[in-house]
């Protein structure tokens, strides 16, 4: 049996009440890292519970975002149920929420009185546009900062329409930033003996990180990016191909090296020699060009031959794939990038393993999400309540 290695956040406890993604998923990755994560749902069951796909009456979502996590239900819009929330809150490290601001204040959990109940409490707060500003109180989604933010305006191809992703992107980066505005907290205030702080993240600031230097694009040079398709306005050549048995390949030359190996790799040497091409604005502005010749070579081979070609060549070129060609890719299953889980409900099921990776003190996945309210007890018990007070919380609807 290998010895246990010891998870980085062994030892951290973290309240998770918020719903559906931005919130949630930041206890996800805590949790994968070893964090004891309580996730606290309604009686009637979390919002996943019920959304998209299911098995069995199952929610698949829900077993890979509350990986993890144990779950108790509790009712907190209720005296009794802050009440539980409140003592939950005395020992914990972390709170993390994504209601619409005003609603903590509203059941007496303002950053205030959090801090006054338990000074090192760490509280994340995610929601649509952040907790001020003239668009605080509406309702935000992902959905609304893919829009706002600019993403979708240059996402699709020239003569079509703005194109929303088909997944949640801004509540996946949010949740990515929220994890590590955690961090540095947990850093901030175990390293420097400083109090715990409230963190305040909007859906549509974190994916205007990733969207590059636009406003500053903007700002000096009066440049608004606009819908390319597959292509990039700054890099060439750069686009997906389509291969002679209709799969498709994507090509990635930005260095010059690379594109000089992808023109010869489609015996054009003489585009890769073109004074035209030496620098990358030259190949983006000879994009047709370019993409022209790449496309003739691979359209006259199968996917396997033009990745088989391409590789013989050192460039950066692959497939594009679906869900079940990615799993069978063999670089996937090498690295377990997906990996099975034993589910007490479902039995063994597959799920995206934990990322990143650290050699020294990996994380796990310990199990799925779990069947709705299966730990209530043993938190409750665990914070002063005995078995006729849980009793009593059962029977009047609270938990």
Known sequence: MSEHKQM???????????????????????????????????????????????????????????????????????PEGQEVLRKLCENADVLVENFRPGTMERWGFSWESLHALNPKLILARTSGFGQK???????????????????????????????????????????LCGTYAVMMALYHRDVHDAPGQEIDIAIYEPITMVLGPQPLEYDQLGYVQMRTGNAIPFAAPRNAYRCKDERYVVISASAENIFKRVMRAVGREDLGDDPRMVTQAGRVENMAELDGAIQAWISEHTLEETIAHFEKHECALGPIYD?????????????????????????????????????????????????????????????????????????????
């Open 8 to 78: 980085p956040l062994e030892g951290v406890r973290v309240i998770d009440i918020g719903t559906l993604f931005a919130g949630p998923w930041i206890a996800t990755y805590m949790a994968d890292f070893g964090a004891d994560v309580i996730k606290i749902e309604h009686p009637r069951g979390d919002s996943l519970r019920n959304f998209a796909s299911q098995k069995d009456g199952v929610s698949l979502w829900w077993k890979l975002a509350s990986r993890n996590k144990k779950s108790i239900t509790c009712n907190i819009s209720s």
């Open 133 to 175: 500003g003239p668009y605080a109180q509406r309702p935000g989604f992902g959905t609304l900062a893919e829009a706002m933010s600019g993403f979708a305006h240059i996402t699709g191809f020239p003569d079509g329409p703005p194109t929303l992703p088909p997944f949640a992107l801004a509540d996946g980066i949010s949740a």
């Open 323 to 399: 869900v079940a060609q990615f799993m069978a890719d063999p670089q996937v299953q090498a690295r377990e990038t997906i990996t099975t889980v034993e589910d007490e409900e479902l039995g063994p099921i597959k799920m995206q393993n934990v990322i990143p990776r650290l050699n020294g003190s990996p994380g796990a996945i310990r199990w799925a999400g779990p069947p709705m309210g299966k730990h209530t007890d043993e938190v409750l018990e665990g914070i002063g309540y005995d078995d006729s007070a849980i009793s009593a919380l059962r029977d009047k609807g609270i938990i």
